[in-house]
């Protein structure tokens, strides 16, 4: 049902920038990191990116998404959707990332990985509806790339999505090519 929700659009997710959380290699989840100087840097030199003149820009609430996107895109509106939070993994919050468990489970404490792939494809259909034919820019989490690659048809989460890079999702008509944004 969200898959085909999803056709017809493409949109572009941007991780946020490195927070302490993934300079010291830990899962953050649900907690609220800073970034560091380094992410700033990376979201400000977001602003150099050709962006196209029509988009309209969503973030997660969480403060490292929040301080990307306003950094990237300073004085702009922004859209806060609650349902692009990262996964809540329970007690695996905080834990060194070689202690995650299985991504497509249900962690202690935590969420289910089939209710995060719902809530995230709500949030999704809602930015691309949302941004009434311009493009989303939606300012979000590795979780919610790694979610939306499953929820665009690709054959697996892939690989960790780079902080503060553009991954435009491109529908061709047929299917939804994920690359990295060039206008």
């Known amino acids: 049902m969200i898959l085909t929700a999803l056709q017809q659009y493409s949109f572009c ?3 946020h920038g490195e927070t302490i959380a993934n300079r010291d290699g830990v899962i953050a989840g649900r907690l609220d990191v800073p970034l560091t100087d380094f992410g700033r840097d990376q979201a400000r030199a977001l602003q150099r990116a050709p962006w196209p003149v029509h988009y309209r820009l969503f973030c997660s ?4 998404a929040r301080e990307t996107c306003h950094l ?7 859209e806060q959707v609650n349902d692009l ?5 329970g007690i695996f919050e905080g834990q060194p990332i ?6 497509d489970g249900h962690p202690e404490k935590g969420e289910d990985w089939r209710d995060f792939l719902h809530r995230t494809g709500n949030a999704l259909v809602h ?5 009434d ?4 820019i939606i300012v979000c989490h590795s979780g919610v790339i790694r979610a ?9 989460t892939g690989s960790r999505p780079p902080n503060a890079k553009p991954l435009i999702f491109r529908w061709n008509g047929n299917r939804h090519i994920e690359e990295i944004y060039r206008p």
Request: net charge positive.
């Open 72 to 78: 990237a895109f300073p004085d702009q509106y922004v």
């Open 61 to 64: 609430p969480k403060e490292r």
């Open 127 to 131: 930015c691309c509806q949302a941004a």
């Open 85 to 89: 939070s990262e996964r809540n993994w």
């Open 133 to 136: 034919n311009n493009l989303p």
């Open 13 to 15: 997710l941007i991780r």
């Open 148 to 156: 939306s690659r499953i929820l665009t048809g690709q054959p697996s």
């Open 98 to 103: 070689a202690n995650s468990p299985a991504r």
